[in-house]
């Protein structure tokens, strides 16, 4: 069953199960942020999953990092297949998601996009986030991740595979103190969350080092992590910084994220239903913003809770559909 939990065994330090679940917790506390303060309106609805996106945005960048630090140093490959591989994962699923919204809005709804709007797209290039006029506002992250992708073969070449996650750091903050043709609120995200990627990339390069025996065999161990982390995750999901600075929220985001890594790294059981969301979760951040603001309204003909679990049931069926889509298209 995909609402089961499984008792573990024997706990592994940020295995394929965990990342997975990892995935599926950054993938809610976006949609339900979404949902909890642009859609429904009662902020607390949701909380405090919807309270700690930025985490989640984090968590996506780091397990990005991770596994793919992990995978060059167990499988390492040439730049070139680096990217016809990588790249074509990114790029096929957007294509095909931005092309069928294209079209709906055409047909069904007369928006229209210029021609520059429909090439950065394609590319992968989107400068702005407008909630309700681009296409699909967060898409913003594409252009992040995509960036990391690009740059990820170039800066964990050779021996420089050891100090790359200073160098894409370095990199990336510099490029933010340029002058780009972004706007301001999506540059603002792009401080907010540019260590994520490295730090990940870092703990993938540390991991032979850690201890490698079972250290949560313990129950009152893992009591010593759950418990403060669930406290402190509490406590900090709300008082994120945000609307102070943004160096404060910068701190309290990759705070939160370390936070949910303890917790599920620390739990003694495994959720099938978030790793379920977590395989799925790529698709479902294509997908969820433009089916939940433009082509539904379960909000308004039904109780919240009630809309909120068919729109994840619905969501996670389109997002089956596509990656089953996906895959029979040849690379």
């Excluded at 429904?40 to 991770?66: E, R, T």
């Excluded at 490698?212 to 910084?241: E, Q």
């Excluded at 068919?310 to 089956?320: E, H, N, R």
């Amino acid at each position: 069953m995909i609402a089961s939990a499984k008792l573990l065994v024997k706990h592994h330090f940020l295995d394929q199960n965990q990342t997975d679940e990892l995935k599926g917790v950054a993938i809610l506390t976006v949609i339900f942020s979404h949902i909890g303060f642009f859609i429904f309106d009662n902020q607390d609805f949701l909380k405090p999953m919807s309270w700690i996106s930025g985490a989640g945005v984090n968590l996506f960048l780091f397990v990005s990092g991770y596994g793919l630090t992990l995978s060059a140093i167990a499988r390492p490959m040439n730049i070139i297949n680096f990217y016809r591989k990588r790249l074509l994962r990114l790029f096929i699923p957007l294509w095909i998601t931005i092309t069928t919204f294209f079209l709906l809005d055409k047909f069904m709804l007369q928006r229209e996009y210029t021609q520059e709007y429909l090439v950065n797209s394609y590319l992968g290039f989107f400068p702005s986030a407008d909630l309700f006029k681009d296409l699909n506002s967060p898409l913003w992250y594409f252009t992040v991740i995509l960036f990391f992708y690009l740059i990820f073969p170039l800066a964990t070449w050779g021996i420089l595979r050891y100090a790359a996650p200073f160098i894409i750091a370095a990199i990336s903050k510099h490029i933010l103190t340029l002058r780009l043709e972004i706007k301001e609120d999506v540059l603002n995200l792009y401080h907010l969350h540019y260590l994520a990627f490295p730090l990940g990339m870092s703990l993938a390069l540390l991991k032979p080092t850690l201890p490698a025996f079972n250290i949560l065999k313990n129950p009152l161990t893992r009591l010593a992590i759950l418990v403060p982390s669930l406290v402190a995750l509490n406590y900090y999901a709300v008082n994120a910084g945000v609307g102070t600075t943004l160096y404060k929220e910068h701190i309290y985001a990759l705070l939160n994220m370390v936070l949910l890594i303890l917790i599920v790294w620390a739990l003694p059981y495994r959720f099938r239903l978030l790793s379920l969301f977590g395989k799925f979760s790529f698709e479902l951040y294509l997908i969820h913003w433009p089916i939940i603001t433009r082509y539904t309204d379960f909000y308004a003909t039904m109780p919240a809770v009630v809309a909120t679990v068919l729109y994840l049931v619905l969501l996670l069926g389109l997002s089956y559909l596509l990656q089953r889509l996906v895959r029979l298209i040849p690379t």
